[in-house]
């Protein structure tokens, strides 16, 4: 929530609802630049929620408010802002549309109802925006479709509008269309018909003569248009109903009412089944007021949202929860944002119940544990209750089912946990965070950076679930498991914060060593000279073992020349210097080091002096033998579009990789398993994504250490 929190200046108090049937939760997804933050920019200026319109390239918008969206002029973080359109409050959501922040798109997912899938009438729809869908699709979200940007020189809505029903099915449909308009562009720019306003495709009577079409021809062209859109939406709301007597009526050749027609398309969009287009211009207001229409007459509210089940605290005894403001208290951690004054934001949404100020919750967090965020239960207290507004906050007196809220200081909260009533404790599965994959290690400059750090790194992983830390003991470094670069340098630019001098190095993959083949040593450790004396003398021999076999101790000593008690200092001794290793400092593995015989006395050898003698006596062997170094595997899996295989192929071999088998996924798409040297794999995420257009993924788990060429 960045670092100022204020109330809004000018700005009318935050909505607050009594009805979850007055809401609108609408995420805005989209790819990169489609125009989303301008567009929730536009929608608060023209509804009065802000005084004037800010924008993404002057770092002055509500949602882009962090130092890193403004410096990268993008989203970098999901941020919420309400307003109020009519009797209805619409939570607009804002996500980013770059893929390293998938996270943050899945957590908006998680917030909303409904989507506004925006695209820019100037450009395709290119994989990455593709794959955008999906991740809708794959959580059935209803969706609008928004074509933005329309004052530009490249913009096409018709173009648009193809290229979406060509990658999204024919369910893209248009809601609204331009009217035709005879007067020039402003400085000829943009497509025809953006001064001339919108006409509801739906709305319009089939004869209505669109104001500004002074020239016949124009009329008559833009009467046969919104005929055939009309008769299309009709259709795809009639095939998407589930009443049988709309159809029969339709069917049957009747005019249907608009009020019909407009209750069956919202229901066809809640089903999924129908996504209205939506021409917008955030530039020039055009359809901005049509839109905040639709969102409420044809967009689900919280109460058409079939919730995921919850559970008790333990995941048992599983319930059904619908959004009952009078409903037992249930809400999720959607998004958390440390502040350095207020602390601990945590952004909820309330699915069941009503959230109020000062009562005890119950906070808990289950399933995340191999991310680094242990399982955890506690009852805490919501001090106060906070509408956001991008980075401002402001105090409301409750929070329905339905809405999103802020609470801050709920110290134990981490997103995706679930809040509810200590007495009625529930617990709802968080949603799948994607992997971060590109590993990034850090180090402070100076001692007092060092304390900055520690202090930043605690702030940033709370706040960021796609993080992972992993503080590398063998190789002694902090790394830091990115999304990609993008989401590397907002990661370092929030660590830098309090002006800390934060660098990054190469990350360091651990390696071993084993023995190259068998060997013996002779270790003697023997001081007596004056005072107490040490003997120990041991003999043993080393052979390597198969992979991933690790050590083995064995004794073949006869005749008691080690007394009992100092077999095990030797193994001690020697397990000691295996795991420090020797010349590399790397462990020493998949060794079996079998204790063959040895000399004690009866008042000079301990357990210390064994322990020496067997450290010697592996150092002996291994100097004999010679060690080979060994490197970590990994075995990675690369979902690919069938165009980019071969580069990606190629790519693999370059990386000594070896390609243990292909075979086909989805159609068009191709599965590449290859075990690849981890060292290799360092920058894979960036390097996967250029080589594909941004289109493929991978997964990559360990899988054994084998020999490092020469
Ligand atoms: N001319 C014009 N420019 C626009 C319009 N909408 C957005 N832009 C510009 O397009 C660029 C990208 O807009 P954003 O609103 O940041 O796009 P976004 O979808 O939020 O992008 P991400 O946050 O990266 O996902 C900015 O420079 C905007 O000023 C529009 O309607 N007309
Ligand atoms: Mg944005």
Known sequence: ?????????????????????????????????????????????????????????????????????????????????????GHTKINLVDTPGYADFIGELRAGLRAADAALFVIAAGEGVDPATRALWQECARVAMPRAVVISRLDQPRADLDAAIAACREAFGAGVLPLYLPREDSTPQAGGRGAPGLTGGLTGVLTAAPGDTPAGASAAADGERMR?????????????????SEDEALMDSYLAGEEIEEATLIRSLESAVARGGLHPVLPVCSETGLGLTELLDGIVRGFPSPLEHVLAEFTDSQGRNPRTLAADPAGPLAAEVVHTSVDSYV???????????????????????????????PDHDEDERVAHLYSPLGSSLRAVPRCIAGDLCAVTKLVSAETGDTVSDPADPLLLAPWPMPEPLLPIAVTARTRSDDDTL???????????????????????????????????????????????????????????QTFACPAQGHGRHVKQSGGHGQYAVCDIEVEPLPRGSGMEFADRIVGGAIPKQFISSVEKGVRRQLDRGLEAECPIVDVRVTLTDGKAHSVDSSDAAFQAAGALALKAAAEQAGLVTLEPVDEVAVHIPDEHLGAVLGDLSGRRGKVVGTEPEDVGWTVVRAHVPASELARYAVNVRSLSSGSASFTRTFSRYDPMPG
């Open 343 to 373: 602390g601990r934001v945590s952004l909820a949404r309330v699915f069941s119940g009503t959230m109020l100020p000062e009562r005890p919750v119950h906070v808990s967090g289950h399933g995340m544990t191999e991310r680094g965020h």
């Open 454 to 512: 520690a202090r930043n790194l605690n702030r940033v992983v709370a706040a960021d679930p796609t993080l992972r830390l992993d503080r590398a003991t063998e190789t002694h470094q902090v790394v830091l498991w990115c999304m990609g670069e993008a989401h590397a340098d907002v990661v370092l630019q929030r660590l830098r914060e309090g002006g800390a001098e934060i660098d990054t190095e190469p990350v360091r993959v651990p390696l071993r």
């Open 1 to 85: 929530m960045g670092n100022k929190q204020s109330s809004t200046g000018g700005s009318p108090a935050a909505p607050a609802p009594a009805d979850p049937a007055a809401l609108r939760n609408v995420v805005l997804v989209g790819p990169s630049s489609a125009g989303k933050t301008t567009l929730v920019e536009a929608l608060l200026a023209t509804t009065s929620t802000i005084g004037r319109q800010g924008s993404v390239t002057e770092g002055t918008t509500v949602c882009d408010h962090e130092a890193a969206a403004i410096e990268q002029q993008r989203s970098v973080g999901l941020a919420v802002a309400p307003l109020q359109h």
């Open 224 to 240: 046969e248009r919104l005929g055939t859109a009309r008769n299309e939406l009709i259709e795809g709301i009639i095939a998407e």
